[in-house]
């Protein structure tokens, strides 16, 4: 499986506004985290995965993500891919990441906020965590 992005929409009439993703394929979900970033372009790089996924979806504001691929989770040296996306509240978008990539980003917005869901368990997740100095890669 490969990162994607999914697009949501929005309904409105008298009552309101509803936002949607109804093309967001969802994994089992073991918890969820709320990043918010009071300063603009704050970055927080570089943490990996080999297995756990997780889906970004931006509650407010404008997140710059990068994922990168490398050559070795123990000891990074080489990106063998590398993909960008920018995520806005105002297009109600969601990105699935699949373990297997180094996760960077920066908020474009001050007070930028994203929730995040992951597929294992914080016990789960600790087991699979790899980091990396922020300054590793250039976000």
């Known amino acids: 499986m490969d990162a994607k992005i999914f697009e949501g929409g929005v309904f409105i009439d008298h009552r309101g ?3 949607y993703n109804n093309n967001l394929e969802f994994f089992e979900i073991k918890r969820f985290y709320i990043i918010t970033s009071p300063e603009k372009e704050f970055k927080r790089a570089w943490r990996g995965h080999k297995k756990e996924s997780k889906i970004f979806t931006v509650l407010d504001g404008l997140f ?4 990168i691929v490398p050559d070795s989770f ?4 080489q990106k063998l891919s590398e993909k960008k996306f920018l995520l806005d509240s105002n297009k109600n978008q969601s990105l699935l990441i699949p373990g297997g990539h180094f996760i960077g980003f920066t908020n474009k917005l001050p007070n930028s906020k994203m929730i995040v869901h992951s597929d294992l368990s914080l016990k789960e997740s600790k087991l699979d965590d790899y980091k990396l100095d922020a300054n590793h890669w250039i976000l």
Do not use: G, H, I, M
């Open 64 to 67: 710059d993500v990068t994922l």
């Open 17 to 19: 506004f509803l936002e």
């Open 74 to 77: 123990e000891a990074p040296k």
